[in-house]
């Protein structure tokens, strides 16, 4: 029977993603660098369940996947197949892999991880990112924090999350985190985020907003009707 040798390792934990970045300490989350963020918000913001099947120019849509994670499951899967059709798109905010705070840590910790190693890895390639700034439970936020830029725009994926008080209460905590310990340049805001808490913050950071895509259509619709 022939024998076949081989020093190839398959990379069964998809290390590639993460070729060339620092870390933090502890968790050793991959550091995004602020040369990776565009200097101007984005023109258009589309979900990447709706741009994947858009055959048209995609070239002054910003692409968010602030949707289901079944919806871009498979990027996680096979990160590499995606690359040449997000090279046709202005840009993308990171992934958004659920953060819960009643998930156990580690699986948040996972989650936070496949976020920005997949932003990471999608930057590291030439394709402009718009970070996403999802946390999780408080005890983690610090060190998550240290592998965003300072002085550049980041992402606030809102659509759905802020209905209640307390949900209202938690934004505003977090924005003001977020603020005092990287200063951004502005938030790229998806989706509703109450007047008040714009007003709260609009002196000491940009606020960019737009639509949810659900929020587009319904619009859409509405307007059919009337």
């Not at 994670?69 to 690359?83: A, H, I, M, Q, T």
């Amino acid at each position: 029977m022939p024998k076949f040798e081989s020093n190839a390792v398959v990379d069964s934990f998809q290390a590639f993603l993460v070729e060339g970045a620092k870390f933090t300490a502890k968790e050793e989350y991959p550091i995004i660098r602020e040369d990776m963020v565009p200097a101007e918000p984005p023109k258009k913001v589309l979900p990447f369940s709706k741009a994947i099947t858009f055959h048209g120019d995609l070239s002054n849509c910003v692409v968010d996947f602030y949707s289901p994670d079944g919806s871009f499951e498979r990027v996680r899967k096979n990160p590499k197949r995606y690359l040449g059709f997000l090279h046709r798109c202005q840009g993308i905010i990171g992934p958004d892999f659920s953060i819960h705070s009643d998930m156990p840590l580690i699986m948040q910790k996972s989650q936070m991880n496949d976020n920005l190693s997949l932003s990471f890895y999608y930057a590291n390639n030439g394709i402009p990112l718009y970070p996403n700034c999802r946390g999780g439970s408080d005890c983690l936020n610090e060190e998550f924090l240290e592998a965003l830029p300072r002085n550049s725009y980041l992402a606030l994926g809102v659509h759905g999350f802020v209905h209640r008080k307390d949900q209202k209460h938690e934004w505003r905590d977090w924005i003001s985190a977020v603020i005092d310990t990287l200063n951004p340049k502005g938030f790229i805001v998806v989706g509703h985020l109450p007047k008040d808490v714009v007003e709260d913050f609009e002196d000491k950071v940009e606020f960019h907003i737009y639509d949810a895509y659900i929020e587009t259509r319904w619009k859409e619709v509405k307007n059919d009707v009337d």
